[in-house]
């Protein structure tokens, strides 16, 4: 175990005014996952702006076949984790299964993973307008998180990518329009077509993160398993293995760091990552 005194606190914290001001100057937010305070660690030195405490902790660290057994005391305990050495970044925390169904539940829940879990902002799945507006009027930053939502697995039928039709990119887009109207401060795109992405990405002023989104997105966000080749099963085709892919020394801290210089020089994702 090193003795070395842990330093990633030098650079200013990361607050939804810096990723505004981020998507104003054209430079790209690059968000990863973290579940634990030495991940966090990293992530934090790598000079990653967001960490996603995502529900994917439930498929990831768990072990699920999906993320609906999560629940809100194992967002709160992984939060806390990561927060313990989240340095600079902003901290993210995913609201789990039915934590949101109405306005009550979803500022009980909130209230929890900021005030036990110490997270800066929830993020949900959904176009939950009338839930976005109660949280943004107690001052809670939120991140919707549109396309393929995997909480809804079940109904879905399967991981597939969304907004292909007309009719479907039309309504995601005026969901979005209507998440920012209600006071989500960030939009996530899960697997969605390029082109309805970058459209979206014009339209708001709010950034968006994508996932499977393509590459005109204000910032990219991954698994870190997927990111480190790590994952069971076969890897998502927007997802890259940033440490066996490369011959470079440094290990993980180094696999992290180059995929936040391939995010901020808009090198990842490209076609091969996309879906059209
Ligand atoms: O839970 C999670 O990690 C997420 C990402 C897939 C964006 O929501």
Redesign the pocket.
């Known amino acids: 175990m090193s003795t070395t005194p842990i330093d990633n606190n030098s650079r200013a914290p990361v607050t939804v005014r810096t990723l505004r001001h981020m998507k104003e100057e054209g430079e790209k937010i690059a ?1 990863l ?1 973290a579940y634990d305070a030495s991940f966090a660690h990293v992530l934090a030195e790598a000079g990653v702006d967001i960490v ?7 498929m ?1 660290v768990q072990g699920h076949d999906t ?1 609906v057994p999560v629940r809100v005391d194992d967002m709160v305990y992984h939060t806390r984790c990561v927060a313990a050495r989240a340095g600079h970044m902003l901290i993210m925390a ?1 609201m789990p299964f039915m934590s949101f169904r109405d306005p009550v539940h979803a500022l009980d829940n909130a209230t929890r993973l900021m005030q036990e879990g110490g997270a800066h902002m929830v ?1 949900l ?1 959904g176009a939950v307008t009338e839930v976005v507006a109660a949280l943004a009027g107690q001052g809670i930053p939120v991140c919707g ?1 549109l396309g393929l939502q ?1 909480q809804s697995i079940h109904k879905l039928g399967g991981y597939r990518v969304q907004g292909r039709d007309s009719e479907a990119a039309a309504a995601m887009r005026e969901d979005a329009l209507r998440m920012q109207d209600a006071g989500a401060d960030m939009i ?1 795109l ?1 697997c969605v077509p390029v082109d309805v992405a970058r459209e979206i990405s014009e339209e708001l002023a709010v950034p968006t ?1 994508g ?1 499977g989104a393509g590459p005109h997105c204000d910032g990219q ?3 870190l398993q997927d990111l480190l080749g790590i994952t069971p099963g076969r890897r998502p085709r927007f997802a890259q293995d940033f440490l066996s892919e490369s011959t470079e020394p440094g290990g993980i801290p180094a696999a992290i760091a180059r995929y936040v210089t391939a995010v901020k020089e808009g090198r990842f994702p490209d076609a091969r990552h996309s879906f059209e």
Request: proline letters at 4%.
């Open positions: 968000m996952t996603l405490v995502g529900d994917s902790l439930g990831v993320t995913d993020k799945e998180h995997p996530l899960e993160i996932i966000v991954l698994v």
